[in-house]
């Protein structure tokens, strides 16, 4: 698995009732889910923020602040990035197409 310490995610549903910005989503390679990615987050500047392991499903999800976040995966079988802006508490979905 990551030697890198990056928690590997599960694909359990996040609660949109929240009072936490939750940015989340899935890696995917077409319509194919792309597990074992290394999904990172960056902020507004493009500094590294954090960084987990899509599930087998492909799913991902971090928990943040309000702002503009980019949302880059890194798999073997290619790259992909994709932004989103989380205005305030709640899921904010992003997916991701690696190619």
Do not use: K
Request: some cysteine.
């Amino acid at each position: 698995m990551s030697g890198c310490g990056a928690p590997e995610q599960t694909a359990t549903a996040v609660s949109e009732d929240t009072d936490q910005v939750i940015v989340a989503g899935r890696v995917r390679s077409g319509e194919q889910p792309v597990g074992n990615a290394f999904v990172r987050l960056l902020d507004s500047s493009g500094e590294f923020t954090a960084e987990v392991v899509s599930s087998a499903e492909g799913d991902f999800r971090f928990y943040a602040g309000e702002g503009t976040w980019t949302v880059r995966a890194l798999h073997r079988d290619g790259s992909g990035q994709s932004d989103v802006a989380a205005s305030g508490p709640g899921v904010h979905p992003v997916d991701v197409a690696v190619a």
